[in-house]
Nanobody, 112 residues
Framework: QVQLVESGGGLAQAGGSLRLSCVASGIILSFNAVDWYRQAPGKQREWVAGITRDSRTNYADSVKGRFTISRDNAKNTVYLQMNSLKPEDTAVYYC??????WGKGTLVTVSS
């Protein structure tokens, strides 16, 4: 069974940083593209960042230059380093591979 579990969310002040983790079981992340998404209260889920099998990365314009996606193959984990956080980054963050279902996500709250 493929399962991705997100963690690392919490409360941060504007300008602060958080690092989210996405730990996988039942799937080898290095063989798969993985994406981070987020859903803010009252809004649709949106794509945030992605990393391909060959480690190419892409970002939404809203987070480019502030967020970094990376992968640790030994830990079968994908990270999302979030710097210079803004209140509009407040959302539940999810990671997903093509063969995985949506997980529970991790809540990020950024105070002004």
């Amino acid at each position: 069974q493929v399962q991705l579990v997100e963690s690392g969310g919490g409360l941060a002040q504007a300008g602060g940083s958080l690092r989210l983790s996405c730990v996988a079981s039942g799937i080898i992340l290095s063989f798969n593209a993985v994406d981070w998404y987020r859903q803010a209260p009252g809004k649709q889920r949106e794509w945030v960042a992605g990393i391909t099998r060959d480690s190419r990365t892409n970002y939404a314009d809203s987070v480019k230059g502030r967020f970094t996606i990376s992968r640790d193959n030994a830990k079968n984990t994908v990270y999302l380093q979030m710097n210079s956080l803004k209140p509009e980054d407040t959302a539940v963050y999810y990671c997903k591979a093509s063969s995985s279902d949506w997980g529970k996500g991790t809540l990020v709250t950024v105070s002004s």
